[in-house]
Nanobody, 125 residues
Framework: RVRLVESGGGSVQLGGSLRLSCTTE????????VTWFRQVPGKEREGVAG???????IYGDAVKGRFTISRDNGKNIHYLQMNNLKPEDSGVYYC???????????????????WGKGTQVNVSS
């Protein structure tokens, strides 16, 4: 069983920054697509960013130009750097990874079989 653990969430003001991390001991991040999703109560879980084998990130329209996804292959850690945060970025952020390699990353929830428990991000205006 693959266990993903997110960290780095917290409370910031409008325009602030946070860096989220996703770690695991059972999974090699550079061999699969790993993504970040977020969810607020009453809404569908939304794809935020993904990073595949080739190292090129994909982003949801709402975060393009503000968020950057990356990984440290040596430490096997995935990062989501979030800059210029807005109140609408608030929510629970989840790290998700695919069980088997399925080609280029897409921000589709059904693609990912492994999920962390999430980390809360709150942005105040």
């Amino acid at each position: 069983r693959v266990r993903l653990v997110e960290s780095g969430g917290g409370s910031v003001q409008l325009g602030g920054s946070l860096r989220l991390s996703c770690t695991t001991e059972e999974y090699q991040f550079d061999r699969r697509c790993v993504t970040w999703f977020r969810q607020v109560p009453g809404k569908e879980r939304e794809g935020v960013a993904g990073l595949g084998i080739g190292g090129t990130g994909i982003y949801g329209d709402a975060v393009k130009g503000r968020f950057t996804i990356s990984r440290d292959n040596g430490k096997n850690i995935h990062y989501l750097q979030m800059n210029n945060l807005k109140p609408e970025d608030s929510g629970v952020y989840y790290c998700a990874a695919e069980a088997v390699y399925g080609g280029p990353c897409v921000l589709a929830r059904a693609r990912y079989g492994y999920w962390g428990k999430g980390t809360q991000v709150n942005v105040s205006s």
